[in-house]
Each structure stands twice: as C-alpha cells, then as structure tokens.
C-alpha cells in the first residue's frame, strides 16, 4: 500500500528547508561557525555614511584596500577590547589598516591587523537597528517572553478542556434507590 503526501505539506517543508539551507550558507553569524557578522550602529563616527541606529550585515573579504569601509574588533590593551567597531580604511602597512570614522578629523590610535578585521560592509539596512534594540531591551524582551509562555498555557489549556468529552453526571447511591423504586413501583 502507498502512502500519498499532501503537495502542500510537501511544498512547505521545501520552501523551509530552502530557508534554512539560505540562513546556514549567507546569514549564519561567526558567532555560530557562519560568515555574517550584524553590526548595530551606535554613534556618528560614520556619519553621513551611516546613522545611528542602521543595521549593518558585514562579510569577511580575502583582501582589503583603502576605502573599504570594515569592521574591526578593539585591540586587547583598550577600553572596549574585542568590540567591533566600522570604520572606513584610510591607509595600510605592513603592520596592518588604518581606519578613520568619516566624520572624525583623525584616525584612529591604533593599527588593526588583518586577523582583527571582521569582515566589510556588505549591506546597510537603515533605522532597523532602532527597532532591534528596543524590542532587545532586558524589561521589554522579559516581558514579551513571558507574555509567550501565558499565551502557550492557556492556549493548551483550551485546546484540552476542549477535546475531553463532557463528564456524566455522578448520581448519589441515595438517589439511585429512590428512582428505582419509583420505577418499579
């Protein structure tokens, strides 16, 4: 005997697994193996090239070159080590980038490496990053979690009341006799 799937069951789960495949290969952040990097802009260091508040979806490149604007992680000896930071590259050397923010009258302290860099600037998707960080923020993202959880019970609650079938009802031992004598009588 065969056993015939439903085409729209089956065309679902290929569009989700397409999906997933497309988050694995371009979108998966370092943070999990992959080689996007989602870099929230905060400040004007970049401006007017980027706003306070754009998302930003970085890539690493095999190479770069003055102009690219990149994404670097702080050197350990400073104040914020290990953050990334976007800044345009303004110069290279042997030791490694030069970077300067657009709107900054002089470069950065520091050289980058090339193993600091994280990757460049592939998209800016402007003011989404706003929105991310208020719905991110510890009290709201609490509140909606737990929001969750209330909706989950009580949508299961209804679904079990739901699907048990009515209870008969119990008659008193008492009540039981007096019927059957009324009855029999």
Do not use: C
Not at 34 to 45: C, E, K, P, Q
Not at 65 to 76: E, F, K, T, W
Not at 83 to 97: C, K, M, N, Y
Request: without cysteine; hydrophobic residues 50%; positive net charge.
């Amino acid at each position: 005997m065969t056993t015939r799937l439903r085409p729209h069951i089956n065309a679902r789960n290929l569009l989700l697994a397409a999906l997933l495949l497309a988050w694995a290969l371009f979108l998966r952040p370092q943070a999990l193996g992959g080689s996007a990097a989602f870099i929230l802009v905060r400040g004007d260091s970049m401006l007017p090239t980027f706003n306070n508040g754009d998302l930003l979806l970085v890539y690493p490149q095999a190479s770069y070159s003055v102009g690219d604007i990149v994404a670097y992680r702080l050197p350990a000896s400073e104040v914020g080590a290990g953050h990334l930071v976007v800044h345009r590259i303004s110069a290279t050397s042997p030791d490694g980038f030069e970077l300067q923010g657009d709107n900054n009258p002089v470069a950065d302290p520091w050289t980058a490496r090339p193993a600091d860099v994280a990757g460049r600037v592939f998209l800016r998707i402007p003011a989404v990053g706003m929105v991310l960080a208020f719905l991110l923020q510890p009290v709201l993202a609490g509140g909606l979690a737990s929001a969750g959880v209330v909706m989950l019970i009580l949508a299961r609650a209804t679904r079990t009341t739901a699907s048990r079938p009515p209870k008969a009802r119990r008659v008193p031992v008492a009540e039981q006799g007096a019927r059957a004598t009324r009855l029999g009588s």
